[in-house]
């Protein structure tokens, strides 16, 4: 009786052991992965957005891992949005967390759309 407990004991400790050391593989195999990973869309753009006849101009910036940053000024000074673009170019909602300024669209068709309370409009950008 005592015996079969120890045995019932050490497969469930070896089965745990098996399932840890595989979640541990896969979370080194995605490290490497994510380690390893260059954006198609790496660099630095250039671009415009417009709301009816005005005109504005921001820089973006994509970064190895797919993360994006963007410069744009207001006034005296400089607003920043973050967000990521994907494997296809689609930019979801990079935006300012002080503004509320929000940019959506692709960078391989090289247009979208720009959002900021009720104001809205349309972008293009190249890439430099």
């Known amino acids: 009786m005592f015996s079969r ?4 004991f050490l497969l469930c400790f070896l089965f745990a052991m098996a399932v840890s050391c595989e979640r541990i593989i896969e979370q080194n195999r995605y490290r490497n992965e994510s380690e390893n990973y260059t954006s198609p869309f790496q660099g630095k753009w250039s671009g415009t957005y417009t709301n009816n006849s005005e005109v504005s101009t921001f820089q ?6 797919g993360s994006v940053e963007v410069s744009r000024p207001v006034g005296n000074s400089f607003d ?6 994907g494997e296809s170019g689609v930019l979801n909602s990079v935006q300012s967390a002080s503004s509320g300024f929000i940019l959506n669209g692709n960078l391989q068709t090289k247009t979208g759309v720009w959002k900021q309370g009720n104001a809205s409009g349309t972008w293009t950008i190249i890439k430099n």
Do not use: A
Request: glycine share 6%; charged share 20%; aromatic share 12%.
């Open 80 to 85: 920043t949005l973050y967000g990521r673009v």
């Open 60 to 65: 973006l910036t994509v970064y190895k891992s």
């Open 5 to 8: 407990i120890i045995c019932r």
